[in-house]
């Protein structure tokens, strides 16, 4: 079988090496923080002490890491996946970047023979530690087909979207949707709660029918059981909500409603609410409205 190395171990990055591993790929991993390499090395992986040191004894090697920055720094600079780089090696980036960069990188890989996979993910802490993500792929069919089995590994349903940098387009396109879905559904429960009928009951009368999306069926009972602990950081969709806007910036294609969700999770991220949960942007429906949404 292929050997696999994953890089960025965080809430889903550890999840998604987990069931690479536990198909059967032989894993080398790393990471900025040792525990998570450690649980995993325990679990019958090898820890790598650098990026290029994982490239070099891979088939395959996986990126998973917060932003753009980050994913340039892993692969090009010093130490990089570059500089591990040999022929018929294949890169495969999990994380969302922007389009743009996700082109550059695999053009700069090209030139070492490495071919690459843009290949964000969706479906939440929930989707990496079941396998079920949606996988969105840019980059070469023939790529594709050549780690297609591992990829099922990780995730259920997936996509070739077309050349280079169209998993990142998809992507982003999904994260449009993930945080109109977030807001309606905090405006909802304050509005229903604050109107003077019981939210859960709303909640029950209304995802059955054309309401029904995958946020009012996973969101609601953790915000009902008051966890607002993250399957997914506010800090990360504002981010990728960034990505959104420049990019449609980039193509003069006008978002009015995304650009007002962008702003309600940077206002979270000014009132300390960076590090919960993507569906907390409740929290700034609730100092808008001054209205609490009762707890269990």
Not at 84 to 109: E, M, Q
Not at 234 to 244: F, G, S
């Amino acid at each position: 079988m292929q050997t696999v190395g994953y890089i960025g171990l965080g809430i889903m990055g550890k999840s998604i090496a987990r069931n690479i591993h536990k198909a059967g790929y032989p894993l080398v991993v790393h990471n900025r923080s040792r525990a998570a390499v450690a649980e995993l090395v325990a679990e019958g992986a090898q820890a790598a002490s650098s990026p290029a040191e994982v490239a070099s004894q891979v088939d395959v090697v996986f990126t998973n890491l917060p932003d753009s920055p980050d994913v340039e720094k892993v692969v090009l600079e010093p130490q990089g996946i570059i500089e591990g780089a040999h022929a018929g090696l294949v890169w495969i980036d999990n994380s969302t970047i922007k389009p743009a960069t996700a082109r550059h990188l695999a053009s700069c890989l090209a030139e070492k023979g490495v071919a690459s996979l843009d290949a964000p993910v969706s479906g939440g802490d929930i989707g990496a530690r079941q396998g079920t993500l949606n996988i969105m792929v840019g980059g070469p069919a023939e790529t594709l087909q050549q780690v297609y089995p591992i990829l099922q590994a990780m995730g259920k349903n997936i996509v070739h979207l077309g050349d280079a940098g169209a998993g990142q387009i998809a992507k982003a396109a999904n994260q449009i949707m993930v945080a109109a879905q977030m807001v309606a559904m905090a405006e909802l429960l304050i509005f229903a709660q604050k109107a003077g009928a019981d939210p859960r009951k709303v909640i029950e009368a209304i995802k059955g029918g054309a309401a029904q999306c995958w946020t009012l069926d996973i969101k609601p009972p953790r915000l009902f059981a008051g966890n607002r602990q993250p399957g997914f950081k506010a800090r990360q969709m504002y981010k990728d909500m960034n990505i959104v806007l420049e990019t449609a910036s980039q193509v003069g294609v006008p978002l009015p409603s995304a650009a007002v969700h962008a702003q309600l999770f940077n206002a979270m991220l000014q009132l300390g609410m960076g590090d919960l949960d993507n569906s907390a942007v409740l929290g700034v429906l609730e100092q808008l409205s001054g209205e609490q949404l009762h707890t269990d």
